[in-house]
């Protein structure tokens, strides 16, 4: 059984920083694309960012210059560095991860609050 598990949220001041990580466990071969979604109180869950297996990269505009998406295939695990954070970015942020033969796979959220 393969799980998804994310770390790394928590409160935090505008202008602040946080990394949050995903890793996954059990048998999940071949992943894809690895990536960050959001989903804020009362709106529907949207794509932050996500990394293709090349490394190739892919944000929404209005985290551009300031999050950064890694990956470590080895670990399969993937990162999603926070810079200047304000409180648009309040929201339960979920990693997903798609697998070649097109199985997708969520984690569970972590909260991220941030306080202006």
């Known amino acids: 059984q393969v799980q998804l598990a994310e770390s790394g949220g928590g409160l935090v001041q505008a202008g602040g920083s946080l990394r949050l990580s995903c890793a996954a466990s059990g048998s999940i071969f071949s992943i894809v694309v690895m990536g960050w979604y959001r989903q804020a109180p009362g709106k529907q869950r949207d794509l932050v960012a996500s990394i293709g297996s090349s490394g190739g990269t892919n944000y929404a505009d209005s985290v551009k210059g300031r999050f950064t998406i890694s990956r470590d295939n080895a670990k399969n695990t993937v990162f999603l560095q926070m810079s200047r954070l304000n409180a648009e970015d309040t929201g339960v942020y979920y990693c997903?991860?798609?697998?070649?033969?097109?199985?997708?796979?969520w984690g569970q959220g972590t909260q991220v609050t941030v306080s202006s």
């Open positions: 997903n991860m798609q697998t070649i033969t097109a199985q997708l796979y």
